[in-house]
């Protein structure tokens, strides 16, 4: 599997991991997609977790088997917050600015986020 990250915005990280197989044994040629896309919101304390998996015949054709499962969990409700912790000393690492996971567990804001008319220029 092959995972990226990428920032969102200043409190947004998403990590995707993907992984393309084909198998040509048997009746015919298959190839399979897999992506798991979470999205680490600090402002909101989520991750939200999106699972692709696809199954086609041939590598041109339509998919013959399709699963898609969407998720969302809060912070609060984790049973260890190591990886929240991971995540969040990456994004500061590209330049992110989130706030400090006690503060997203406690409520409290250090600094204001920036209003969404002030994103949209």
């Known amino acids: 599997m092959q995972e990226t990250?990428?920032?969102v915005n200043d409190y947004t990280i998403q990590s995707t991991l993907?992984?393309?197989a084909t198998d040509g044994r048997g009746?015919?040629?298959v190839y399979m997609?897999?992506?798991i896309v979470?999205?680490?919101n600090f402002a909101a304390g989520t991750i939200t977790s999106l699972h692709h998996n696809r199954t086609f015949r041939s590598e041109q054709s339509t998919p013959a088997v399709v699963?898609?499962?969407?998720t969302v969990e809060k912070f609060k409700d984790m049973p260890s917050l190591?990886?929240?912790e991971i995540m969040r000393e990456k994004l500061v690492g590209m330049g992110g600015h989130p706030p400090l996971i006690e503060d997203v567990l406690s409520g409290r804001?250090?600094?204001e986020l920036p209003k969404t008319s002030d994103l949209n220029g």
Do not use: C
């Open 5 to 7: 990250f990428e920032k």
């Open 18 to 20: 993907k992984e393309d």
């Open 38 to 40: 979470r999205i680490f």
């Open 67 to 70: 699963s898609e499962q969407t």
């Open 109 to 111: 804001r250090k600094r």
């Open 27 to 29: 009746n015919g040629y």
């Open 82 to 84: 190591i990886e929240v």
């Open 33 to 35: 997609s897999s992506r």
